[in-house]
């Protein structure tokens, strides 16, 4: 297999991505979404985003999977943030003010009363008031306690956000760069299974056929020979004729080999199922238009 970067002509086969590499590649994938080549310094045009792309073509795709796994070990390294923790602290904080600023208003209702009920010559009334106003200052200074509380939260919170973005900002090229190339090499798959659907190997045409001319049959018949093309690569698996090899004592292979066996099952029940008829023995409800 060739392409335009110059690579050497490969086995597309060799392309193909493992049930571990996927794996790999899909964790990544989230775990880098944020970062753009706009971000790098002379943004997405510049110097840096030219050269992440011109490696992401030319790399041997063996040594695409090496950056990847990489980047998964780098991405260990982050400074740990909680987004549900920080949410819930806001939100406690942001309660906790609310609550504060209800038994404020209260103070100065109570005291404006009281003092009226002063003037008034109204002792008790005013006894019993300023027994609330002490009443809801002392829940106003616990409150203030635990408002402090609370804002230290988010400040410790707030800390580990900002190191991860000084983190982030400090490995931005290694992670732009394991993105391109994770999605280099998804492509480079999407291709090989472009090749093995116009030339199938003698095990795929066994087991599904020549790859169907329907667009939507086609999508089907390259899910299944991707399943396969996985477990042939999970297992080392170099039988030209038998698609899965031979049954292994092993219980992962076996139970692995057993669900790639459904996913056949169903690729070539879905492939070969014929399109289902308009039933024309059924009475047809037209909506009501209005018409004569």
Same mark, same amino acid.
């Given at each position: 297999m060739s392409?335009?970067?110059g690579r050497p002509?490969?086995?597309?086969?060799?392309d193909i991505v493992s049930t571990t590499q996927?794996?790999?590649i899909v964790r990544l994938l989230d775990a880098v979404r944020q970062p753009s080549l706009r971000d790098l310094p002379g943004g997405e045009h510049g110097p840096a985003a030219q050269q992440l792309r011109r490696q992401s073509r030319s790399m041997p795709t063996s040594a695409l999977h090496a950056s990847v796994h990489q980047a998964l070990q780098l991405l260990g390294t982050r400074p740990p943030v909680d987004p549900q923790a920080y949410g819930s602290s806001r939100r406690r904080l942001g309660t906790l003010m609310s609550q504060r600023a209800v038994e404020e208003d209260w103070i100065e209702r109570l005291q404006a009363r009281s003092t009226r009920s002063g003037r008034l010559g109204d002792t008790e009334g005013r006894k019993a008031l300023d027994a609330d106003i002490q009443l809801r200052k002392q829940r106003r200074r616990r409150l203030m306690s635990l408002e402090r509380h609370?804002?230290?939260?988010?400040e410790d919170h707030d800390r580990h956000h900002q190191a991860l973005r000084d983190w982030q900002i400090d490995h931005l090229q290694q992670l732009l760069q394991a993105r391109l190339h994770? =999605? @280099?090499v998804l492509d480079r798959q999407e291709r090989a299974l472009d090749e093995v659907a116009a030339t199938p190997p003698?095990?795929?045409?066994a087991e599904l056929g020549a790859s169907p001319p329907s667009p939507e049959a086609r999508q089907t018949w390259r899910q299944?020979?991707?399943a396969i093309l996985r477990f042939r690569k999970d297992y080392g698996i170099q039988d030209p004729? =038998? @698609?899965?090899g031979h049954p292994s004592v092993d219980t992962p292979h076996r139970l692995h080999r057993s669900q790639v066996e459904v996913l056949i099952d169903q690729t070539r029940q879905l492939i070969h199922q014929p399109p289902q008829p308009f039933p024309l023995g059924e009475p047809f409800d037209a909506p009501d238009l209005g018409l004569p």
């Open positions: 392409d335009l970067a002509t490969i086995s597309p086969l060799g996927i794996a790999e609370a804002e230290r939260i988010v994770a =999605q @280099a003698p095990y795929l045409l299944g020979a991707l004729d =038998q @698609a899965l």
